[in-house]
C-alpha cells in the first residue's frame, strides 16, 4: 500500500507533543519481534499506530529513510476501514510528521539545556510556551486537508474527510 520511496519522516507520529524516545542505539530489522504498526488516516496520511520509538530511532540515524529500506514484515499496514480513527484522534488530536516534530523537541531539549542563558523566567518560559504550542495546537496539514472540498479531520473531533455542506 505505500510505495518503496515513502519517506518515513512523513509518517505522523502517534503521540501528542514533544517526541520522546524512551530506546537507545540503532535499530536493527533482524531484531524485530513486533511489527511497527501503521494506519491509514481518512485523509490518506499514514500514522504510527505502535512503533514510534522505532521510527525515531531509524530517523536519528537516517532523517532520508523510506519504508523500501527495510524488510517489509517489519511493518503492518491498516486501511483507513479497518481503524478506529476516533480513538487515534482522542490521543492526537493534531498529528503532525516526524519530520515536522523532531527538529521541534530538538530545539525544546535545547532550550531546556540552556534555561540558565534567559535573563528572565518569563522569557524562557515565552519560548517553551511558542515551541509546545507548535508540537500541540498546529493543525494537521497535507494535501488532502487543504483541499477546500474537505473538512479538516484535525479539529480535535473524530471524523472521516467528507465533502463540507
Not at 101 to 109: D, E, F, V
Request: charged fraction near 25%; proline fraction near 5%.
Amino acid at each position: 500500500m505505500l510505495p518503496d520511496s515513502f519517506r518515513l519522516s512523513d509518517l505522523c507520529c502517534g503521540h501528542e507533543g514533544k517526541y520522546i524516545c524512551s530506546l537507545k542505539g540503532r535499530f536493527d530489522p533482524r531484531l524485530v519481534n513486533e511489527p511497527i504498526q501503521l494506519g491509514q488516516l481518512s485523509c490518506g496520511c499514514w500514522i504510527v499506530l505502535d512503533g514510534n520509538n522505532r521510527i525515531g530511532l531509524i530517523l536519528k540515524h537516517d532523517i532520508e529513510a523510506k519504508i523500501g529500506d527495510f524488510p517489509k514484515n517489519i511493518f503492518s499496514l491498516l486501511a483507513n476501514d479497518k481503524l478506529a480513527e476516533e480513538e487515534i484522534y482522542y490521543w492526537t488530536p493534531y498529528p503532525k510528521t516526524f519530520g515536522y516534530i523532531l527538529p521541534l523537541s530538538k530545539q525544546l531539549n535545547i532550550l531546556i539545556r540552556n534555561k540558565k542563558s534567559f535573563t528572565s523566567e518569563a522569557d524562557y518560559q515565552s519560548e517553551v510556551n511558542n515551541i509546545k504550542t507548535s508540537l500541540t495546537k498546529k493543525r494537521h496539514e497535507c494535501s488532502a486537508c487543504s483541499k477546500p472540498t474537505l473538512t479538516r479531520h484535525s479539529s480535535g473531533r473524530a471524523g472521516k474527510a467528507r465533502p463540507a455542506a
